[in-house]
């Protein structure tokens, strides 16, 4: 590992407490010239490192860098040896996971980029994704079940957000079914699961769940300004992502999916109110009134009763 990675893994481990530039080297057993070089490095790279004589290296609380190191050391340790890549800009990084899966990457790989120039989302449509600003994640899962019992992978990373902002940044967003996340009527996050099948066995060989996140975010291209939103609050991303990413492996490995349900439906949006949604090219209105233990949205109308498996409503009135 470069002195520079080293350094920013250091300081990061004591975030917020000074650290001497010769302890620095001691541990690593390099100059304090080395160390002073890869702070400067450090520095320039967006790290809000404060030097002072006698006290030594600082790295400052609101220090925001994604990075691969920062990620791993905010990981449980469980999953501390799991492969994790950061990118400064890539196209998409569910793109870049389903690569990694293919390649033979294993269950649990963590892909985020600071920027992606081609997010993608539900039905084809794009994530504006700019830089410094948002989380941009991939998980890769290999659940090797039938498809049946990965229904709920997209739920999971949907409370994963919602607990991981209301536990690090204080803030209570809710899930608008299936996948969208909103606060204060308006998006933060959304979420997409693309599964790579065996046609053969009827398994589910790896799913990748990609979640793209609203940080700090203030300016959004005209199509999507009335309805989009950030968190608004500081959020330290690498921390972040970590926290996110170990709460839906943790809820990968459960079977007994009761508490992630019940958490799922206390965090909907859409309950008990009007909405409307396709069906067979025309468009219905019905009240959600329920979801059910497959995680569809089972709606009321003059038709009767009927529950959604995947497809995009809208909530009468907003939020």
Request: proline residues 3%; negative net charge; hydrophobic residues 40%.
């Amino acid at each position: 590992m470069a002195v520079k990675n080293e350094v920013a893994a250091l300081l990061e481990q004591r975030r917020g407490t000074a650290v001497s530039g010769q302890e620095l080297a001691d541990m690593l057993g390099v100059s304090r010239a080395a160390v002073w070089k890869a702070v400067k490095q450090l520095q320039d790279e967006g790290y809000r490192i404060s030097a002072a004589t006698n006290r030594g290296y600082l790295l400052e609380n609101e220090t925001d860098v994604l990075s691969a190191d920062g990620i791993r050391l905010n990981l449980p340790e469980r999953y501390r040896e799991l492969p994790v890549e950061v990118y400064r800009s890539v196209g998409s990084t569910n793109t870049e996971a389903k690569a990694a899966a293919l390649r033979g990457m294993p269950h649990g790989t963590i892909i985020a980029a600071d920027e992606q120039t081609a997010g993608r989302g539900r039905f084809g449509k794009s994530f504006y994704s700019p830089a410094r600003s948002g989380l941009y994640m991939s998980v890769i899962l290999k659940p090797q079940k039938p498809v049946s019992d990965c229904t709920l992978i997209t739920a999971a990373a949907a409370c994963a957000v919602t607990d991981s902002l209301e536990e690090l940044c204080g803030v209570h967003a809710g899930i608008k079914w299936v996948n969208d996340i909103f606060l204060n009527g308006r998006k933060i996050s959304g979420i997409l699961t693309e599964a790579i099948s065996d046609f053969e066995s009827g398994t589910v060989e790896e799913v990748i769940v990609g979640i793209g996140l609203n940080i700090s975010t203030t300016e959004f291209p005209q199509d999507i300004a009335p309805v989009a939103g950030a968190v608004g609050v500081f959020a330290e991303r690498s921390r972040l992502c970590a926290d996110i990413a170990a709460k839906i492996l943790d809820s990968a490995a459960r079977d007994d999916h009761a508490e992630l349900l019940r958490k799922y439906r206390e965090r909907s949006l859409v309950l008990g109110r009007e909405v409307t949604f396709l069906k067979d090219g025309a468009l219905h209105t019905g009240k959600a009134v329920s979801i059910d233990d497959d995680g569809r949205l089972v709606i009321s109308s003059e038709n009767g009763t009927e529950a959604l498996r995947s497809g995009e409503i809208s909530v009468v009135g907003g939020f």
